[in-house]
């Protein structure tokens, strides 16, 4: 179906479409450390120009959404905790879009800010739930997919507690670390599933699994 397709392609677009905010509002604001400035410091409130990453951070949700609804016709039902799960990732990153951080060195002092680190907290754990997720929902003979999915899966958690372990003046680094990690699984998944639905029969109304 075109509404399916355009999912899927959307999906395939949302992590560019992300990096590219984030460059933009790199040299939006030069004035903050990478060592010790988080992404969001970017979107912060009390920044000028603030409005490349929290777009782009929105508009990362909103396809990682409609990539999810369009993995319901590319997909068997052992997939669908994983699809949730992914859905959950793109309205929780919508949240911190909408919730933007405080602009101090590490936590908030805001309630605003406060709502903006708990939803970026809850994504990336929703991202981990969908990578554990995916790997379980392999098909019984595909037992290598699964190792390598949940390998990847443990890679992702160990670079998040990485990033929570590191000291609080300059945590910039080790959260950069932990997002590509994300971010490179999300582009996989998107694309070798755009590039399953196209090989498939158009006319074929059977489900079948992510590879």
């Known amino acids: 179906m075109p509404s399916t397709r355009l999912g899927l392609i959307g999906g395939v677009l949302a992590p560019p479409i992300v990096v590219l905010a984030f460059l933009i509002g790199l ?31 929105a508009i990362y949700g909103l396809l990682i959404i409609g990539f999810a ?16 799960a992914l859905a959950a990732h793109g309205a929780l990153m919508i949240c911190a879009a909408i919730f933007r951080d405080d602009l101090v060195e590490w ?55 990485g990033f929570l372990a590191t000291p609080h003046w300059y945590p910039g680094y080790s959260e950069r670390v932990f997002v590509v990690v994300g971010i490179v699984w999300v582009q996989w998944v998107t694309v070798s599933t755009l590039v399953r639905s196209m090989r498939q029969n158009p006319h074929a109304h059977t489900r079948t699994p992510i590879q």
């Open 107 to 161: 936590g908030w002092t805001t309630f605003i800010g406060a709502l903006h680190d708990i939803s970026g907290g809850m994504a990336f754990t929703a991202l981990l739930f969908a990578m554990v997720l995916t790997a379980l929902a392999a098909a019984p003979e595909e037992t290598g997919r699964r190792r390598l999915g949940l390998a990847y899966a443990g890679l992702f958690l160990a670079a998040g507690l």
């Open 69 to 84: 609804h369009g993995l319901r016709s590319v997909t068997n039902r052992r997939h669908d905790a994983a699809r949730i």
């Open 27 to 57: 040299a939006q604001h030069p004035e903050l450390d990478p060592a010790t400035d988080t992404i969001s410091k970017l979107s912060a409130r009390g920044v000028s120009d603030p409005w490349a990453m929290s777009t782009g951070f």
